[in-house]
C-alpha cells in the first residue's frame, strides 16, 4: 500500500467500522424476537465501546486523506464521543419508555446508530460535500425518531414539523452554499480558504452566500430567529429520541460550525464573530424567558435547549482554542445531564387526566418517590448551573472564554442569562418539594432507566467536584 | 445561429418553468400542482442540456418525474385529500408572500451588484481529450467524491428502513 | 447572448416561488412539491456555477441533492401517511395540538 492508501483508510476507519456495526444491527434486528428488541440497542452500546476502544484518540496527529475531504484528530473524537455518550444513555434510558408505548422496535436503535455515523461525517469532513451528505444522513434520522410513535398523533405532528423546517432550512443552506461555491470555486475547506485569502472574501456573491449558509446552520441548532420548531418539535417526539435530539445533532452542528468557521472562513472570522455575538444573546435570552412561562416541564426543557444552543454559540464568538474546548467541554456536560433529565422525565405517568409532563404531576414527589427527586433535582441544579455541579463548569468555561477574548458585554449578558434560568428550573424543585400532592402520580423508575439516571448523576457529580481533570482532558486532546 | 437556437431555447424553456411552477404553488387539486411539477422539472433538464450537463439532465428526468412524481401521486391518491387545503387565514398568506417578495428582491439585487454578474458568455465545460460529459462526470465521482457518495448510499439506507417503518401498519 | 446572469436570475425565481408555495400554502403534500422546487433552483444555479467555472464539482453535488430530494420525499411523504392515519387530515394549519 502506497503513505497515500494508508492516509486515506486512517482518515475514515472510524466511519467505516460504524458503517459496518450498523449493517450488523440491522441483521441482528431481523433475528431478535419481538420481545427482545432492546437487545438490539445494547448490542449497539457494545459496538460503539469496540470503536471508541478502536478509534482510540490521536493526540496531536491528524488524518488528511481522499483529497483533503475527511479530517480524523482528536477533533473528531471529541465529538464522537459525544455522539457515543449520548447514543448509550438514550438506549439504556429509552428501553422501558417504548415498551410502554408499544413501539419497541429495532429499527429505532439502528436509525439511531446510522445517525451518529452522519454525525461523525459532519464533524470530520474537509468538504462541503462530504459535510452535507453527512448532514442529511443525520437530520432523515431525526425526521424518523421524532415521528417514530407512529400511533401517536402529536408525534407524527412533531415529524411532520421537523422535517418541513428542516428541509427547507437544507434548501436555504444549499442556495447558499451554490454562491459561495460560485465565489470560491471550490466545495473543498482549504480551497475555500486559500480563495478567500486571495480576495473572494469581498464579492458579494460571497458574503451573500454566507449569511443564507449560516442561516441554515442557525434552523440546525435552533438559534434564534429560527428557533420556533424546536418547542413542539422536542414536546410532540417520543421522550427519548427528544432527549438525543437536544444533544447529539445540536453537538454535532456546532462541531461542524466550529471546524467551517476555524478551516474554510478563517480569513473572515474577524466578520462573523459579531454576528455569532447577536445570535448568541438572542438566543440564550428569548429561551430564557420563553421557558419561564412554561407549565409542561418537556415543553419547559425543549426552551431551555434553545438557551443552551444560545450558550455554546457563546464559546464559537470568542474565537479562539479555549472557546472550542469550551463548547466541546459544554456538549459533554449537556449530554449527561439533559439526557438524565429526559429520561426521569419519560417514567413519570400521571393517573389524571393532564397530560404526564405538566408541572403539577411533580407536586410532593419528594415524598412519594424520594430517589426520583432527588435525581430530578442533581439534574435540575445542574442544568441551572448551579456549583459545584457540572453545569456550572460549563457555564463558567465558556464565560472564561469569552473574557480572554476581551468580549465583556457578553460575558455580562451571559452570566444574567445562568441568572435567569435559575428560576424555572427551580419551580420544578420547588413543585417536587414544597408542594402537596394533587394526582396520583407513577414514578417507578425501571432498572435500565435507573441506571441511565445513576450514570448521569455521578458524571454530573464528578464533573463539578473535579473540574480540573476534565477540563485538563479535553485541553490535551484539543490542542 | 447556434447562439440564437439557445437564446431561443432558454427563453422558452425558462418561461415554461416559471410559468408552470407559478401554476403548481397555486392549484387547489394536489393532482394538478404534480402534473405542472412534471413540466416544471421538465424545463429544468431542458435548462441542464443547455448548461453541459447532459448526464444531469438525464438523471433529472429518471429520477424526479420518474420515482419522486410518481410517489407524490401515489400518495396523493391514496389519501384523496377532502381538504382543499389552500391558504386560510389571509393574514399568513399575505406574511408569506411579503416575506417571500423580499427575499426574491434581495436575491435579484444582491445579484445585480454582484461582480460575478459581470462576466462574459459561459464557455462551457473544459473537455480536451473529448470525454464526454459522462465520463467526465464519473471520473470525478468515483475518484474524487467516492466518500460522499458512500454517505450518500448510508443515508438512503436509513431513509429505506424510516420510510418502511413508519409507513407500515402493524 | 446567455450569460451566467440569465441563469441565476431563472433559478432566483424559481426558488422565490418554491419559498413562497411553502410559507404560504396549508396543503402538506402541496408544501413538500415546493420545496423539491426549491430544490430545483439549487441545482440550476449548482449546474451554471459549475459551467462557469469549467469544473465538474457542482454537477456531481446536483447528484447528491437529487439523492437527498428522493430520500426525504420518501421519509416525508411515510410520515403524511401516518399523520393523515392519525387526524385524517393533511391541512397544515390542523396540526397546532401543541401551543404554549
Not at chain 1, 479562539?320 to 429526559?342: D, H, K, R, T, W
Not at chain 1, 455580562?412 to 445562568?418: A, E, F, P
Not at chain 2, 411552477?21 to 441542464?48: D, K, Q, Y
Not at chain 3, 451554471?48 to 453535488?61: E, H, P, R, V
Request: proline share 3%; glycine share 8%.
Amino acid at each position: 500500500m502506497t503513505p497515500q492508501a494508508i492516509m486515506n483508510l486512517l482518515s475514515i476507519y472510524p466511519e467505516v467500522i460504524m458503517t459496518m456495526f450498523g449493517l450488523i444491527l440491522v441483521v441482528l434486528d431481523v433475528m431478535t424476537k419481538n420481545e427482545k428488541k432492546s437487545m438490539v440497542g445494547y448490542f449497539g452500546i457494545a459496538f460503539l465501546v469496540i470503536t471508541v476502544l478502536i478509534a482510540w484518540p490521536p493526540v496531536g496527529k491528524k488524518f488528511l486523506g481522499f483529497g483533503n475531504m475527511v479530517m480524523w484528530d482528536s477533533y473528531s473524537f471529541v465529538f464522537f464521543f459525544i455522539f457515543a455518550i449520548a447514543y448509550s444513555l438514550t438506549t439504556l434510558g429509552s428501553v422501558s419508555y417504548l415498551k410502554e408505548n408499544g413501539i419497541l422496535k429495532g429499527e429505532f436503535y439502528t436509525i439511531m446508530f446510522f445517525s451518529v455515523v452522519g454525525m461523525m461525517f459532519m464533524v470530520s469532513a474537509y468538504d462541503l460535500t462530504v459535510f452535507y451528505a453527512g448532514m442529511e444522513t443525520m437530520a432523515i434520522s431525526m425526521y424518523i425518531l421524532a415521528g417514530f410513535n407512529k400511533k401517536c398523533a402529536r408525534s407524527s405532528e412533531a415529524g411532520i414539523k421537523y422535517f418541513i423546517i428542516g428541509a427547507f432550512s437544507s434548501g436555504i443552506f444549499l442556495y447558499g452554499l451554490t454562491f459561495v461555491y460560485g465565489a470560491t470555486g471550490s466545495m473543498n475547506y482549504l480551497e475555500i480558504a486559500a480563495a478567500l485569502k486571495g480576495g473572494a472574501a469581498s464579492t458579494t456573491t460571497f458574503k451573500f452566500g454566507l449569511v443564507l449558509m449560516l442561516a441554515g446552520f442557525a434552523f440546525k441548532i435552533s438559534a434564534v430567529p429560527f428557533h420556533m420548531w424546536a418547542p413542539d418539535v422536542y414536546q410532540g417526539a417520543p421522550t427519548p429520541s427528544a432527549g438525543f435530539m437536544t444533544v447529539a445533532p445540536k453537538a454535532a452542528a456546532m462541531g461542524a460550525l466550529i471546524r467551517f468557521c476555524w478551516i474554510a472562513l478563517e480569513p473572515v472570522g474577524n466578520m462573523l464573530a459579531l454576528f455569532f455575538g447577536i445570535l448568541a444573546v438572542i438566543t440564550m435570552t428569548y429561551g430564557n424567558l420563553v421557558a419561564l412561562a412554561q407549565n409542561n416541564v418537556k415543553r419547559m426543557l425543549a426552551y431551555s435547549a434553545i438557551a443552551h444552543a444560545g450558550f455554546m454559540l457563546m464559546g464559537l464568538v470568542s474565537m479562539n482554542p479555549e472557546g472550542y474546548q469550551s463548547v466541546a467541554l459544554y456538549a459533554i456536560i449537556y449530554a449527561f445531564m439533559n439526557i438524565g433529565a429526559f429520561t426521569l422525565l419519560g417514567v413519570v405517568k400521571n393517573k389524571g387526566m393532564i397530560d404526564d409532563e405538566r408541572l403539577e404531576s411533580f407536586a410532593g414527589l419528594s415524598k412519594t418517590n424520594p430517589m426520583y427527586a432527588l435525581g430530578m433535582l442533581i439534574f435540575m441544579f445542574s442544568l441551572a448551573g448551579i456549583p459545584p455541579l457540572a453545569g456550572f463548569i460549563g457555564k463558567f468555561q465558556v464565560i472564561m472564554a469569552t473574557m480572554k477574548a476581551e468580549l465583556y458585554w457578553l460575558a455580562i449578558i451571559g452570566g444574567l442569562n445562568s441568572a435567569l434560568a435559575c428560576y424555572y428550573y427551580m419551580r420544578v424543585t420547588i413543585y417536587m418539594y414544597f408542594k402537596e400532592p394533587e394526582y396520583e402520580v407513577d414514578a417507578t423508575v425501571s432498572r435500565s432507566a435507573f441506571i441511565t439516571s445513576f450514570i448521569g448523576a455521578v458524571m454530573v457529580i464528578l464533573i463539578g467536584f473535579f473540574p480540573t481533570f476534565f477540563v485538563n482532558l479535553v485541553k490535551t486532546l484539543l490542542v | 445561429m447556434n447562439a440564437i437556437l439557445a437564446n431561443i431555447g432558454f427563453w422558452v424553456l425558462g418561461i415554461t418553468a416559471v410559468v408552470s411552477a407559478l401554476f403548481l404553488v397555486t392549484r387547489e387539486n394536489p393532482v394538478h400542482s404534480a402534473l405542472w411539477m412534471l413540466l416544471t422539472f421538465f424545463c429544468v433538464a431542458g435548462i441542464f442540456v443547455q448548461l453541459d450537463a447532459e448526464f444531469i439532465a438525464a438523471i433529472q428526468v429518471m429520477v424526479y418525474a420518474g420515482a419522486i412524481l410518481v410517489l407524490y401521486m401515489f400518495v396523493v391518491m391514496l389519501l384523496n385529500p377532502k381538504s382543499k387545503g389552500f391558504i386560510k387565514m389571509p393574514f399568513k398568506v399575505i406574511l408569506g408572500g411579503i416575506v417571500s417578495f423580499i427575499v426574491f428582491l434581495q436575491i435579484i439585487m444582491t445579484l445585480m451588484g454582484a461582480d460575478i454578474i459581470k462576466t462574459t458568455k459561459l464557455t462551457g465545460i473544459n473537455d480536451p481529450n473529448q470525454l464526454g460529459n459522462v465520463k467526465l462526470f464519473c471520473i470525478d465521482l468515483f475518484t474524487k467524491y467516492i466518500v460522499p457518495f458512500e454517505i450518500v448510499s448510508i443515508m438512503l439506507l436509513v431513509a429505506m428502513i424510516g420510510a418502511i417503518v413508519i409507513a407500515k401498519k402493524d | 447572448m446567455l450569460t451566467l446572469a440569465h441563469y441565476l436570475v431563472l433559478s432566483c425565481i424559481i426558488f422565490a416561488i418554491g419559498m413562497a408555495g411553502v410559507l404560504v400554502r396549508r396543503n402538506l403534500i402541496v408544501m413538500f412539491m415546493s420545496l423539491e422546487l426549491m430544490l430545483n433552483a439549487v441545482n440550476i444555479n449548482l449546474a451554471a456555477f459549475s459551467n462557469y467555472l469549467q469544473s465538474m464539482t457542482g454537477q456531481i453535488y446536483i447528484v447528491f441533492v437529487m439523492a437527498v430530494a428522493a430520500a426525504e420525499a420518501a421519509v416525508g411523504l411515510a410520515l403524511i401517511i401516518t399523520m393523515f392515519r392519525n387526524k385524517q387530515t393533511i391541512n397544515a394549519d390542523e396540526i397546532n395540538t401543541m401551543r404554549g
